[in-house]
């Protein structure tokens, strides 16, 4: 079992930058695919994944080449780099972990998640 919990996010201008990190309990979080969603005001979409050594990314398509996932699983830590922050970006964003490989989009696959943490963009 895998414990998260998400910190970094707060109140930032349109175009600045945060890093929100992720931090897992457990022994075996190098065995996870790690995923960032966000929750808009209707879905919680996927953001970012990343493969359980880190070779393999994914962003999706309205953060790609803004945001950058990467892991650090000596420390047990996943997190998402957030540049060039636009006002659409506010939203709770939330880590979670899912079992096996290869890239995972639908939430429905992640089985652990963190309480998330409020990004808002102003403009």
């Known amino acids: 079992q895998v414990q998260l919990a998400e910190s970094g996010g707060g109140l930032v201008q349109a175009g600045g930058s945060l890093r929100l990190s992720c931090a897992a309990s457990g022994r075996t979080f190098n065995r996870y695919y790690m995923g960032w969603f966000r929750q808009g005001p209707v879905e919680r979409e996927f953001v970012a994944g990343i493969?359980?050594?880190?070779?393999?990314?994914y962003c999706a398509d309205s953060v790609k080449g803004r945001f950058t996932i990467s892991r650090d699983n000596a420390k047990n830590t996943v997190y998402l780099q957030m540049n060039s922050l636009k006002p659409e970006d506010t939203a709770v964003y939330y880590c979670a972990a899912a079992y096996g490989s290869g890239l995972k989009r639908d939430l429905r696959e992640y089985y652990y998640w963190g309480q998330g943490t409020q990004v808002t963009v102003s403009s």
């Open positions: 493969s359980w050594s880190g070779d393999n990314t």
